[in-house]
């Protein structure tokens, strides 16, 4: 069954009216996006996303058990672009504190996000050969910190 079908006959089993469901590039490195178009997307985003990335690891499980796995792809599921702008939002604050960390030749400490905002940064950075990335910290509190390197690296 094609990945658009299950998520519009999942959504429809919830209760969930689609205008649309479109397999789109991403700006990570070889993945998709599945974009829904709804007008219920503030029910699906939930709070701060919350809502968002349940319904994406749900949807995740009932895709990679109803395809071939050599057919299976890396996705994620963005409700009217609100991941894509989460990812872009993510990207440039990371870029602008880059940026102090080479003004002021110090390493920056983010403030605390999940594993995938971390990894968005993470990979932001692997082509910079003046700034490493490390995360720090436990729990709830891990952060990325900005490490400068300088230009004698």
Same mark, same amino acid.
């Given at each position: 069954m094609k990945t658009e079908q299950i998520i519009k006959d999942f959504l429809e089993k919830l209760g969930i009216n689609t205008d649309s469901v479109e397999k789109k590039e991403s700006e990570l490195d070889e993945c998709f996006r599945y974009v829904i178009n709804t007008p219920e997307a503030a029910v699906l985003i939930g709070n701060r996303g919350e809502t968002l990335?349940?319904?994406?690891?749900?949807?995740?499980?009932?895709?990679?058990?109803?395809?071939e796995e050599e057919y299976q792809e890396k996705f994620f599921i963005d409700i009217g672009?609100?991941?894509?702008?989460? @990812?872009?939002?993510?990207?440039?604050?990371?870029?602008?504190?880059? $940026? #102090?960390?080479?003004?002021? +030749?110090?390493?920056? *400490?983010?403030?605390?996000?999940?594993?995938?905002?971390?990894?968005?940064?993470?990979?932001?950075?692997?082509?910079? @050969?003046?700034?490493?990335?490390?995360?720090?910290?436990?729990?709830? $509190? #891990?952060?990325?910190?900005? +490490?400068?390197?300088? *230009?004698?690296?």
């Amino acid at each position: 069954m094609k990945t658009e079908q299950i998520i519009k006959d999942f959504l429809e089993k919830l209760g969930i009216n689609t205008d649309s469901v479109e397999k789109k590039e991403s700006e990570l490195d070889e993945c998709f996006r599945y974009v829904i178009n709804t007008p219920e997307a503030a029910v699906l985003i939930g709070n701060r996303g919350e809502t968002l990335s349940s319904l994406s690891h749900i949807l995740k499980k009932i895709i990679d058990k109803n395809t071939e796995e050599e057919y299976q792809e890396k996705f994620f599921i963005d409700i009217g672009d609100y991941q894509n702008k989460k @990812i872009q939002d993510i990207k440039n604050r990371a870029i602008i504190l880059a $940026e #102090r960390a080479r003004f002021f +030749k110090k390493n920056v *400490e983010m403030p605390p996000m999940s594993a995938y905002e971390r990894m968005i940064v993470h990979s932001t950075f692997t082509n910079y @050969i003046d700034i490493e990335t490390e995360s720090f910290g436990r729990g709830y $509190e #891990r952060r990325v910190i900005l +490490k400068y390197k300088g *230009e004698d690296y």
